[in-house]
């Protein structure tokens, strides 16, 4: 299994001023360091002033040290200068981003000012400007590199013995449809967008669960595995009153489950084409009704947690939905929203998960509260007849992952941890699953 690598967006990884802060830290050290030096230097001094055989050793480790600890006030301050220089890039790139939309919306004033700022980095900083554009090319460039390394491997295994040859284009023609999905911005859901259309009538009906203890997930992992995988199952929602009387809930929503186009099961292949170019679709309006048969009002606070069509359908609650979605976790996500700064957006993709590529990479910059975050790791290194059935984009894949998002040191994942221990302090907690179908003259909701 590849490396886990936890960013805080597309391009920018880091907080510029968490780089800054860490630069004035080295500088502080690296004067430190010179204070030491100097001191050792004049304890040198001393004992060299005393004439005697045996201090000769004392005399010399005392000025190794006081060199020593130079070059380490040098170094320090050496890499000061680079985080300083590196904290400047990555502002660069979001104060390029920001022009780029303010272009867009016709705001000539903001492009200026954007413009001048720009300016001043570049003066500050020399290089700058060439190093933010070399960046966002990198990223254009290869931020599906995994998927088109394991595209022309798989073609070439498949191709083997084969006089045709017909599998070899299979790592160009993905590093085309890669460039083509990035280029066009498919795949991501700007705030202020809304479904067009009228979804298909649905029907939401409770199942029957076993009796058992309901609590809070313990862990990330726990949340993903809540997410439904029975027959009948499609959306879970958990309703936690809290000590104050108040009320929150959580909905897990599974991904496509029938690649019927508009039969009876409402998570089809119908609806994952729907919600992906921007139409209402029968199992969005499935998880709407779930909800309010839950008991969940408009401006309730909501947790929503998504696999594949379950993902797209959670960001769009987010976006949309009418409720205070506090919590957004996506697993192997069609799109990527641009959520507010009052949701906790975590998602959680695979590099060679094609369904998860279709977002072409994301925002460049951080979206969401502060603490949020996109977490991706290699699923599945080598070409095997597993990239043939999408093991990378399998949930049970993505639960792994979410376990060691849960062992993770990194602090992004309090806030998740956070999430969950708040869940935990409820009063009560209730739990409904529901199944979806269309409604059709065709079609009764019987079985």
């Known amino acids: 299994m590849g490396d886990l690598e936890i960013r805080s967006g597309g391009v920018v990884a ?19 360091l010179d204070g030491v030096a100097a001191l050792l230097r004049r304890a040198s001094d001393q004992i060299a002033a005393v004439p005697r055989t045996e201090t000769a050793y004392a005399e010399s480790r005392a000025l190794f040290l006081a060199s ?12 000061g200068g680079r985080l300083r220089d590196l904290a400047a890039v990555y502002e660069a790139i979001e104060l390029r981003a920001e022009r780029e939309a303010a272009r867009a919306a016709g705001d000539l004033t903001a492009v200026a000012r954007l413009d001048r700022r720009l300016h001043q980095m570049e003066r500050a900083h020399p290089g700058t400007g060439l190093r933010a554009a070399w960046g966002e090319g990198s990223r254009d460039a290869w931020w599906a590199g995994d998927l088109v390394v394991q595209a022309g491997l798989l073609g070439t295994v498949l191709g083997a013995g084969f006089t045709a040859g017909g599998f070899a284009g299979l790592g160009p ?29 649905v029907r939401v009906r409770q199942l029957t669960l ?15 595995a809540r997410i439904p995988s029975s027959d009948a199952g499609r959306v879970r929602v958990e309703r936690y009153t809290m000590p104050d009387g108040s009320r929150q809930f959580a909905v897990y929503i599974r991904g496509t489950t029938s690649g019927g186009f508009g039969e009876r099961d409402a998570f089809d292949s119908k609806s994952n084409l729907e919600l992906y170019s921007g139409q209402r679709s029968a199992s969005y309006a499935a998880t709407l009704a779930a909800l309010r048969d839950a008991g969940a009002k408009p401006g309730d606070a909501v947790h929503a947690i ?39 957006r975590v998602a959680v993709r695979h590099t060679d998960d ?10 460049d910059t951080s979206v969401g509260a502060h603490g949020s975050f996109v977490a991706e790791r290699l699923a599945d290194p080598g070409p095997t007849s597993r990239d043939v059935s999408l093991e990378a984009h399998h949930l049970a894949t993505y639960e792994e992952t979410a376990a060691m998002l849960d062992v993770s040191t990194d602090p992004r994942m309090d806030g ?32």
């Open 306 to 344: 998504g696999h594949s069509q379950g993902a797209m359908i959670a960001s769009r609650l987010a976006i949309e939905g009418g409720y205070d979605t506090r919590t957004l976790v996506t697993f192997g996500s069609p799109v990527e929203a641009e959520v507010g700064d009052g949701t906790l």
């Open 354 to 363: 094609p369904v998860a590529a279709l977002p072409g990479g994301g925002y």
């Open 210 to 224: 076993p009796a058992g203890h309901a609590a809070a997930p313990a862990s990330l992992a726990d949340a993903a």
């Open 173 to 201: 023609g993905t590093a085309v449809l890669a460039g083509a999905i990035r280029g066009r911005e498919l795949g991501v859901v700007p705030q202020g967008s809304r479904l067009s259309g009228t979804a298909d009538p």
């Open 416 to 447: 998740v941890r956070e999430v969950f221990a708040r869940l935990d302090a409820a009063a009560s907690v209730d739990v409904m699953e529901y199944r979806a179908t269309r409604v059709s003259s065709s079609a009764s909701d019987a079985g």
């Open 14 to 32: 880091v907080d510029t001023a968490s780089l800054r802060a860490s630069s004035d830290r080295l500088d502080r050290l690296g004067q430190h």
């Open 68 to 79: 020593r600890s130079g070059a380490l006030a040098d170094a320090a301050r050496s890499i």
